[in-house]
DNA sequence: CTGCGATCTGGAGCGCGCTCCAGGTCAAGC
DNA sequence: GCTTGACCTGGAGCGCGCTCCAGATCGCAG
């Protein structure tokens, strides 16, 4: 079976070998196999939940949060539970594309006013033809 | 001319009166007027720019680049750099948004396959005709 | 005039999420 | 066997964006 060293593991996910440490140490990543000479090997399960991972990271998930995922997903009678967290987290990133889709028109709106006062300032007084 | 005390700014513009005094000592909006004593009166345009303000905080703009429009902002004839930096944000909410959408999938897809779990597990062995 | 709540200043402190460091160990290649 | 570089641990440190604090002052209500 296929396995990583941390440096695969790491740019697999995308995080750092430190932060890979950081999650297991919190939780977040259950325990990852060892060589007999204790370096971590990263099995493709693992590089999968860190996949997982990145994505919940990127949509803002907060580490505690994560933490408890990790857990729940120690007990495979923690399906609900899971889902549960999960159907929360995707209603906060809903709402947090709704604003951002709402201030961007804002952004949006400020460029065009800055445009037109430019488009003002280059032809003063009496227009050129 | 209507003013706003502190309070009533921090009210209106969503942001605490601490993080009023921090963006005006980080010349992230240029000094209030005060009164004879020395408290602070906001203007109905220092309102308006705390919501813009608000925006772009809103929509990630870090710090630094709050700062950097605010000293362009002090100077009339920088209209083309401020356009420049807000077309530039503009671009990295525009990707930011892209993200989440494609994250959002990720996670829909994620919940779609634990609650195929979920009904596998409710029903085993023999259907219940 | 008095009381008292809002505000002032300069500076320290904090929560989050990593990131870095020292000092040591492991293991592949020569 | 030796070198060399990746990896180990525990713990300190950091960057960001505020947030809080002490001690003083202001100014409105009564």
């Known amino acids: 079976m296929t396995t990583y060293t941390p440096a695969e593991a790491a740019r697999l996910s995308g995080f750092s070998i430190d932060t890979l440490r950081y999650y297991e140490r919190e939780g977040i990543l259950s325990p990852v196999a060892r060589t007999a000479g204790g370096r971590r090997r990263y099995s493709e399960e693992d590089i999968g939940r860190l996949g997982f991972l990145r994505c919940l990271r990127d949509t803002g998930m907060p580490i ?35 604003e ?3 201030q961007r028109a804002r952004l949006r709106e400020k ?13 003063p007084a009496v227009p050129s033809r």
Chains 1, 2 share one sequence.
Do not use: K
Request: charged residues 30%; negative net charge.
């Open 64 to 98: 505690a949060q994560l933490r408890r995922y990790g857990e729940l997903s120690l007990d495979g009678s923690t399906v609900p539970e899971r889902v549960a967290l999960l159907e929360e987290h995707e209603a906060v990133v809903a709402a947090a594309i709704e």
């Open 100 to 102: 951002l889709h709402a």
């Open 111 to 123: 460029l065009a006013w800055y445009r037109a006062e430019m488009a003002a300032d280059e032809r």
